[in-house]
């Protein structure tokens, strides 16, 4: 299930879990407004060099994932089955051999040099990777933007917008495993929400970024094949 949070006002009013990945996307579409931006937890595409090789925009890697069709072996099994044993530069079973200049996008790049350890989406496997969860959002930003969302920095940032989040960026130093730091944290939150918020990370990182994101703009220019983290 999903964490949603939401802040109007600079105040967080919202925080809460119990929504699938496509009811999420069917919540937001349900109820975008004209001024709405809303943050995700994934990355928006792949390292340049993969696009170009395949003739592929951001906005055709997600139509083909929506299709379950990046790959041949894709195509033939299904995203889900595929996910287990992909072909190359995916993978699940020791690191594909890449080139440090294939491995990440540039936005992940500037993230690891700023000391946040951002992980390939080619990497499936393991802590901390976002493979998995990037490729079936891919998905959903096939769906919003056919629904009018503007999808940041391949669109102008105009509500309503999606953006790619980091949630590091916006919980700083804190030892998001420990409870008691977490409850810290969220001690300057509503009184609603201090206990939801520090209950698990997930729910952390939910409110902690849709403040930061409430506090702030993207940032850079991004770029039109790899994106852009928020804050890069």
């Known amino acids: 299930m999903i964490w949603v949070a939401e802040v109007a006002g600079g ?8 929504r699938s990945r496509e009811e999420v996307v069917d919540w937001l579409i349900g109820t975008a407004t004209p001024d709405l931006v ?6 928006f595409s792949l390292p340049a060099w993969y696009l170009r090789e395949r003739g592929l925009t ?13 790959t041949p072996l894709m195509r033939e099994r299904g995203l889900a089955r595929w996910l287990a044993a992909p072909e190359w530069p995916f993978w699940t079973t020791g690191k594909a051999g890449l080139l440090p200049s294939q491995e990440f996008r540039r936005t992940e790049e500037a993230a690891r040099a700023a000391g946040f350890p951002a992980k390939s989406v080619f990497q499936l496997v393991g802590a901390g990777q976002v493979g998995r969860g990037s490729l079936h959002g891919m998905r959903a930003l096939h769906r919003l933007a056919g629904a009018g969302f503007r999808v940041w920095p391949f669109d102008p940032p105009r509500p309503p917008f999606a953006a790619e989040v980091y949630p590091r960026m916006f919980t700083g130093g804190v030892t998001k495993s420990d409870p008691a730091a977490r409850a810290r944290a969220a001690a300057g939150l509503p009184p ?3 206990d939801i918020a520090a209950s698990t990370e997930d729910a952390f990182d939910a409110a902690m ?9 993207p940032g850079g220019a991004g770029d039109e094949l790899e994106g852009g983290i928020w804050g890069c």
């Open 192 to 194: 609603a929400f201090r």
């Open 209 to 217: 970024t849709a403040l930061g994101m409430a506090a702030g703009h």
């Open 11 to 18: 105040e967080l009013v919202r925080l809460e879990n119990g």
């Open 38 to 43: 809303v943050g995700l937890d994934f990355a």
């Open 58 to 70: 951001a906005r055709g890697l997600w139509a083909a994932l929506a299709e379950e069709s990046l």
